[in-house]
Nanobody
Framework: QLVESGGGSVQDGGSLRLSCTSSGRPYSSSVMGWFRQTPGKGREFVAL????????LYANSVKGRFIISKDNAARTTYLQMNNLKVEDTAVYYCAVGSQYSSNQADYRSWGQGTQVTVTS
């Protein structure tokens, strides 16, 4: 089970940090991903991190502004979001899978989502 926290409302240019905690210990081969969804659109890949190696991948739209990281002992993945823009407004989901993939179909377990709202 994955539980997200840290969403909220922030002004354009502000920062937020999302957390995703796993109730169980992720397998060393796991990949933790963050996705986001706005009304009427499908889920969009944001970032991922390999649980064992820490290798990361970012969507072009967030590269240089968002940072994904992990704390193995806490079984938690973080998404530090800086220089937020209005277009970053969405429900953000974390997910766990076993493929180094930006395709949501490759993720088997999802959190409940947390709302991020960026105002101008």
């Amino acid at each position: 089970q994955l539980v997200e926290s840290g969403g909220g409302s922030v002004q354009d240019g502000g920062s937020l940090r999302l957390s995703c905690t796993s109730s169980g210990r992720p397998y060393s081969s796991s990949v933790m991903g963050w996705f986001r969804q706005t009304p009427g659109k499908g889920r969009e890949f944001v970032a991922l991190i390999r649980w064992h190696s820490g290798t990361t991948l970012y969507a072009n739209s967030v590269k240089g502004r968002f940072i994904i990281s992990k704390d193995n002992a806490a079984r938690t993945t973080y998404l530090q979001m800086n220089n937020l823009k209005v277009e970053d407004t969405a429900v953000y989901y974390c997910a766990v899978g076993s493929q180094y993939s930006s395709n949501q179909a490759d993720y088997r377990s999802w959190g409940q989502g947390t709302q991020v709202t960026v105002t101008s």
